[in-house]
């Protein structure tokens, strides 16, 4: 079965400044598709990122990027110019190709201090 | 484009009661998922629809959850007898490919008392 393990169960970070969450996922599938979702109390998930395994090229938007490392199926978010908007619980979840089943982490939750 | 819509925002039941929560998809989005999310916890996934057939239903506690979608569009997930260990967030979410994610609706607060 495959598992999503995000091994940071809070982080905080000053307004401004840069903070990178961990994610691992255990899969033997070559195609698969990886995401990061956001969760601000209003308890929305809102998708934030989406990175294609077969896509060797690390995805960006905006202030998001992620370190995508398959061999060592690691899949972090590095938020850059962190704002106080950005205060939430992050989910990393995974999609294996040939299958619809979306699968969570058990999440971080993200403090920004100002 | 409209998002996925959910109904209610939040319940309170008593225990050995029964509830009903409605999701109402992104138009054309073929998958549809419902989630329970408890507190401090990522979402389980409870059932799958891809149009009107269930594609994974394995964590669907089928003793006391049932869930349908209607024509491939709507979808009610239903909880009978509801116990204090249903409370959680229940989440709906919809795709229309796997590579773009899903997209989730504001979610349902269960309080079972």
């Known amino acids: 079965a495959q598992t999503v393990t995000q091994s940071q169960p809070e982080m905080s970070v000053q307004e401004a400044e840069t903070v990178t969450l961990s994610c691992t996922y255990d899969?033997?599938?070559?195609?698969?598709?990886l995401f990061w979702y956001k969760q601000p109390p209003s308890r929305q998930m809102i998708l934030v990122i989406r990175?294609?395994?077969?896509?060797?090229q690390n995805a960006t938007e905006n202030r998001f990027s992620v370190n995508f490392q398959k061999a060592a199926k690691s899949f972090s978010l590095k938020i850059s110019d962190s704002q106080l908007g950005d205060a939430a619980m992050y989910f990393c979840?995974?999609?294996?190709?040939?299958?619809?089943?979306?699968?969570f982490g058990k999440g971080t939750k993200l403090t920004v201090n100002p | 484009e409209a998002g996925v819509a959910q109904s209610p925002r939040y319940k309170i039941i008593e225990k050995r009661q029964s509830v009903a929560f409605w999701c109402n998809p992104i138009?054309?989005?073929?998958?549809l998922y419902w989630y329970q999310q408890i507190l401090g916890q990522g979402p389980k996934l409870l059932i799958q629809?891809?149009?009107?057939?269930?594609?994974?239903d394995s964590q669907l506690p089928k003793d006391r959850f049932s869930a349908e979608r209607l024509k491939g569009v709507d979808s009610t997930l239903k909880i009978q007898p509801a116990k204090l260990e249903d409370s959680a967030v229940y989440l709906c979410?919809?795709?229309?490919?796997?590579?773009?994610?899903?997209?989730f609706g504001q979610g349902t607060r269960l309080t079972v008392v």
């Open positions: 979410a919809s795709s229309l490919v796997r590579r773009a994610g899903a997209f």
């Open positions: 899969t033997s599938e070559s195609d698969y598709y």
């Open positions: 990175q294609e395994a077969y896509k060797q």
């Open positions: 979840a995974y999609v294996r190709g040939g299958s619809e089943k979306l699968v």
């Open positions: 138009s054309g989005h073929a998958t």
């Open positions: 629809f891809q149009n009107n057939g269930v594609v994974d």
